[in-house]
């Protein structure tokens, strides 16, 4: 079973930053928090990952409560290109990924 | 970034014929290649870890002699669906392990089965 929980939808206005929660209460100190989303009909893409520490890179950034029992993806400017599900995954080691049923994003114009 | 590549896209084939699915790490090796499953509006669910140059571990629920798969290099892992009926149609997507210390996983881009 996945360990996180998000919302099932969200809709962000194209232009705006999109903010898109993860509750993972269980996580242990190993744990890193991983983001993945998936366009419709294409594998998974590979957005950011943290610790403990706040992370941004060219697509995102990701932001993890200090207690680390939650976090926040943001795309700060979100395009109709960005609708997609995403996935809020925690993982340990060289592990498969255990997807849960994601947020679907939609981007409206 | 790293690439994966799957091949057949997609494909059409009729009950009780074998389909074969690959997938390939262009410029990374991957002793470790993982196969999921994804049925229309659902998650993916994992199907089995591939380990290169031995054999694959399967989920509960999967049938090791139904799905067979394959990593006989480190570049490469085949998924064949044998005896493929109608509800073997489905999304089917590898990644592979960079084998780096994120424990980032790159993704193929899937392969669309569909069984008549």
């Known amino acids: ?109 | 970034g790293a690439v994966v590549s799957q091949h057949p896209s997609r494909v059409i084939c009729k009950s009780g014929t074998s389909v074969k699915i690959e997938c390939r790490s262009l410029d990374f090796q991957a002793t470790t290649m993982f196969w999921y499953r994804q049925f229309p509006k659902q998650s993916l669910m994992l199907m089995a870890t591939s380990n290169e140059g031995s054999k694959a571990t399967y989920e509960q629920g999967v049938e090791k002699d139904k799905f067979l798969i394959n990593h006989a290099s480190l570049t490469l892992s085949t998924l064949t669906v044998t005896s493929a009926h109608p509800e073997d149609s489905s999304f089917y997507i590898c990644s592979a392990d960079s084998g780096a210390s994120s424990y980032e996983q790159y993704f193929g881009p899937g392969t669309r089965l569909t069984v008549t």
């Open chain 1, 1 to 109: 079973d996945a360990k996180t929980t998000q919302p099932p939808s969200m809709d962000c206005a194209e232009g705006r930053a999109a903010n898109l929660p993860c509750n993972h209460s269980t996580i242990s100190g190993n744990e890193y928090v991983y983001w993945y989303r998936q366009i419709h009909s294409q594998g998974p893409q590979y957005i950011i990952h943290g610790l403990k520490n706040n992370e941004t890179n060219e697509m995102a950034s990701l932001i993890i409560t200090e207690d680390r029992k939650s976090s926040t993806l943001i795309l700060p400017h979100a395009t109709l290109r960005d609708t997609a599900v995403y996935y809020c995954i925690v993982v340990s080691g060289n592990t498969p990924l255990v997807f849960g049923k994601g947020t679907r994003l939609s981007v409206i114009a």
